[in-house]
């Protein structure tokens, strides 16, 4: 027997070939399935885990940290009077389809989102803005109408992402951008896959190819997890399950936090919802730890208004609505009401689902019944968001520092407070950082005491992946799987 040494040539070409067989595709695990795929006309956070900063971008852009990063504008100036922003635009950027990205794009985006009759989901993002002008294909100015601190973190926001006016209009079905990826299928109720968009402008991302597959059950969530067909489910719906998985070597929990204010949504204008002493009662009716054990399994952190316990701004306000079943006895009996019974509409996901039930009970308890309703997600959207017909139901506000949201007297729980009102437009033109820190707490305040919603807890940010992939985010400082900085470690 002999044996032939190999040449150093072929031995490169093998361990190349190795190399080039390491998986570039990944696929993507999410309970909800988007109404759409554009962030710019839809309120559903799925739109965004799927499309934000993989194949949509704005000029500025959340990191996985919260800080407001350059996105399609490279820079920017602020001039003296804070009136006037002035955006550098990054050259050589196109679409998808090819086309180029100039000013005229930001242009028609911003006053697209921003006028009346505009489908976007958040349009106080822009109502500060006067005017927005496109001084060269490279340069954008945005004048505001009184100096806006926020202004940068609004416009990261996948509401504020920079769309081409020729697809503006099939961008629900076929959505084209300027990202890292580009569209390539949606098969409805099973998946959407994005594939690497070969002229991106920046970096190219390790992955290929991204499938997000949709498995609303739980337990067909940890059945695909466990038989690999999945690689990563970054909101896990099984957190009793969690435990299985940091068992086995295969697969990394990764455990962190999301902007997610979890409440019971009350309608501030349906009696007798709309006296303060019920909606009191019904908050103290509610053990939070009792929801956060039985429909998380011990993840997440109670809260006592609609802020994120990680903001340096938050103000723990819980013991304003502790847990005292006799007192909300009290306060129903002050307010005459008795028997009365409650609709509440569900959405799918499972913190609803299950901590509903327990809502249920604990009211029972001081003698309130409930009828519950599970809604799939595109009826919650309009019967609930859109409809405002329901009394209770229970959603994560996973949007960004968004308490600006009850001063929108239309907004689903139709709370209607003039002060509050003015006091969202003080920080709206506030810039400096302790007067708005000390407005954001006086906002945090009036909400809790006017027990606007009963809040529960923040969302927790549960993920499990396969061990060999890095990249991931750990916390959700907004609605996203991004996936520009993930690969395969073998």
Do not use: C
Request: hydrophobic share 40%; glycine share 8%; no cysteine.
């Amino acid at each position: 027997m002999f044996i032939r040494l190999m040449s150093g040539a072929a031995a490169v070409a093998i361990l190349a070939g190795a190399a080039a067989a390491q998986q570039t595709d990944i696929t993507i695990g999410m309970q909800l399935e988007p109404p759409n795929l554009d962030p710019t006309g839809g309120a559903a956070a799925a739109i965004d885990e799927v499309v934000y900063a993989n194949l949509f971008e704005g000029l500025t852009r959340f990191g996985p940290d919260g800080s407001v990063l350059p996105g399609l504008a490279e820079s920017w100036d602020i001039s003296d009077d804070g009136l006037t922003y002035t955006f550098h635009l990054r050259p050589g950027v196109t679409f998808h389809d090819g086309t180029t990205f100039d000013a005229e794009d930001v242009v028609f985006s911003l006053d697209r989102a921003r006028a009346e009759g505009s489908t976007n989901a958040q349009p106080a993002l822009f109502a500060s803005i006067e005017s927005v002008t496109a001084v060269d294909p490279e340069t954008v100015e945005i004048t505001l109408s009184a100096p806006n601190g926020a202004l940068l973190f609004n416009l990261a926001w996948g509401d504020a992402v920079i769309v081409a006016p020729e697809t503006a209009d099939t961008n629900e079905t076929e959505p084209v951008g300027t990202g890292p990826f580009m569209f390539s299928e949606w098969a409805q109720g099973d998946h959407v896959t994005l594939t690497r968009y070969p002229d991106y402008w920046g970096e190219a991302p390790a992955l290929e190819s991204a499938t997000f597959r949709f498995i609303s059950d739980p337990n067909a969530a940890f059945a695909a997890m466990m038989a690999g067909d999945i690689d990563a489910f970054p909101v896990f719906p099984a957190p009793e399950t969690l435990a299985q998985f940091e068992a086995d070597p295969r697969f990394t929990v990764i455990v962190g936090s999301t902007e997610g204010e979890t409440i019971l949504g009350i309608n501030n204008a349906e009696p007798p919802l709309d006296d303060v002493r019920v909606r009191e009662a019904i908050a103290h009716a509610i053990n939070r730890q009792d929801i956060i054990d039985g429909a998380m399994f011990g993840y997440g952190t109670p809260i006592g208004t609609h802020f994120a316990p990680h903001n340096p701004d938050y103000v723990d306000l819980t013991e304003m609505s502790a847990y005292d079943p006799d007192r909300a006895r009290e306060l129903l009996a002050e307010a005459g009401v008795e028997n009365l019974t409650l609709r509440m509409m569900l959405p799918p996901p499972v913190y609803a689902r299950r901590g509903g039930e327990i809502i249920a009970s604990q009211l029972r308890e001081v003698g309130i019944e409930t009828e519950i309703t599970n809604l799939e997600w595109a009826q919650w959207l309009e019967q609930v968001f859109r409809g405002h017909d329901f009394d209770l139901t229970i959603v994560s506000h996973t949007e960004p520092a968004d308490i600006n949201i009850y001063a929108r007297p239309d907004y689903y729980f139709q709370y209607d407070s003039s002060g509050f009102q003015a006091l969202m437009e003080e920080l709206a033109a506030t810039t400096d950082p302790a007067d708005r820190s000390a407005l954001n707490q006086q906002a945090q305040q009036i909400i809790a005491e006017d027990f606007v919603n009963a809040y529960l807890f923040q969302l927790a940010k549960t993920g499990v992946a396969d061990a060999r992939i890095e990249g991931l985010w750990e916390n959700s400082p907004t609605q996203a799987n991004d996936l520009t900085g993930v690969r395969w470690t073998e």
